[in-house]
Structure formats: C-alpha cells, structure tokens
T-cell receptor, first 111, second 115 residues
Framework: KAGVTQTPRYLIKTRGQQVTLSCSPI?????VSWYQQTPGQGLQFLFE???????NKGNFPGRFSGRQFSNSRSEMNVSTLELGDSALYLC??????????FGPGTRLTVL | AQSVTQLDSQVPVFEEAPVELRCNYS??????LFWYVQYPNQGLQLLLK??????LVKGINGFEAEFNKSQTSFHLRKPSVHISDTAEYFC?????????????FGSGTRLQVQP
C-alpha cells in the first residue's frame, strides 16, 4: 500500500499571499488530520476530517481552514500568510482507529 | 486538557549503550500513549503505542516503553543503540474513546548516538 502523500513538498510564499496544501491518505483511510511543526511551538494539531466532515479543530486562527473530498483526499488553506506561518505541515491518515500514519510533510517558507 | 512533558531536549549517548527517553503526561481523562520518531526531513513514524493491557510495550527497531499510571509516565528505552537511531523522538497522547484523533505532543528529545 502506498503511504500518505503530500504535495508540494516545498513551498515559498510572501506575506499576504494564500496557500493550499494537499494530502492523499492511505487507501481506505477516511480520517485525515493536519499538524503544524515549528521550532518554537513544536507539533500542534490543526484539524481533523472524517468522511468530509470536520470532526475536531485545534486552536488556530480562522485563516487556517481545510476540507476533505469524497475520495478522502484533503486540502488545507492558509490565507493572508504571516512570517510565523513558516513551518512543516504534516498530514496524518487513519481508519478512524487509534493509529495515525504521517506523510513526509510540506515545508512552507513565508518571506 | 492534556499536556506532555519530555524533560530532556537532547540525549547524547555512545553506540551500543542503553538509553532512556523520559515522558510524563497530564490528563483529566484516560489516554492512549504513543512514541514517534522523526528522521531529518521526514515525517513521523510510529515506534510503539499503549492502548491497554500489559504496561510493557514493545515496538519497532528494538524499542520498548513502560506505562506507569501512578507516575503518569511512559518512558522509552532501548538496551543498545545504533548510529542509525540518531533522530528526534516525540511522546504523544490522545483521548481514550472520545473518537477524537488529535494528538498532543511533547517538545521532543533529540537522541545523538556517537561512535
């Protein structure tokens, strides 16, 4: 089985722009979660989608949003980028059970 | 609310020596416990997990961890490390049985294995 894939792997944007990141879960997995990893704040939960519905949300501003499609693929969007949004964004998929499988991440740099 | 504390930000150790990475957690509800490893420029890989049952959990690559409910700890151990174990290790918890999959992570411990 193919693992979790994330595209693009690297991204450079400027302040004020918006960005969309994509995540394809493992085949058969219906749950997709997103995490932000920064040197200062560590790993923080953004949100989780299950069967196209947001099931849980972390403590991030409304500029961060996501969605899930009927094939379980998920996208997250960040609008009005700030320098502090520079981070590694990790996607994880699961069947809805206890174990999450992580993708390699998308490294976003905001200039 | 949950929190996870990894007391050691860095642990240097010589090859073939034993190692213990410490993790303590705080939660008002029962939790699942996990250890993940992250190699440079990669995502997270699950090493092991505790859901219930035996408090000694064995994982991949020779790692094991022991759940101690009274001390709210879940320390990771390996009897003999290799150079290839050099990586960052994260302890994490999630709510037991709420259906929510949000993981709360510790700040990580960088394991540096020296020859």
């Amino acid at each position: 089985k193919a693992g979790v894939t994330q595209t693009p792997r690297y991204l450079i944007k400027t302040r004020g722009q918006q960005v969309t990141l994509s995540c394809s879960p493992i085949s058969g997995h219906r749950s997709v979660s997103w995490y932000q990893q920064t040197p200062g704040q560590g790993l923080q939960f953004l949100f989780e989608y299950f069967s196209e519905t947001q099931r849980n949300k972390g403590n991030f501003p409304g500029r961060f949003s996501g969605r899930q499609f009927s094939n379980s693929r998920s996208e997250m969007n960040v609008s009005t980028l700030e320098l502090g949004d520079s981070a590694l964004y990790l996607c994880a998929s699961s069947t809805g059970g206890d174990e999450q499988f992580f993708g390699p991440g998308t490294r976003l740099t905001v200039l | 609310a949950q929190s996870v504390t990894q007391l050691d930000s860095q642990v240097p150790v010589f090859e073939e020596a034993p190692v213990e990475l410490r993790c303590n957690y705080s939660s008002s509800v029962s939790v699942y416990l996990f250890w993940y490893v992250q190699y440079p420029n990669q995502g997270l890989q699950l090493l092991l997990k505790y859901l219930s049952g035996s408090t000694l959990v064995k994982g991949i690559n020779g790692f094991e961890a022991e759940f101690n409910k009274s001390q709210t700890s879940f320390h990771l151990r390996k009897p003999s490390v290799h150079i290839s174990d050099t990586a960052e290790y994260f302890c994490a918890v999630s709510d037991l049985g709420t259906g929510r999959r949000a993981l709360t992570f510790g700040s990580g411990t960088r394991l540096q294995v020296q020859p």
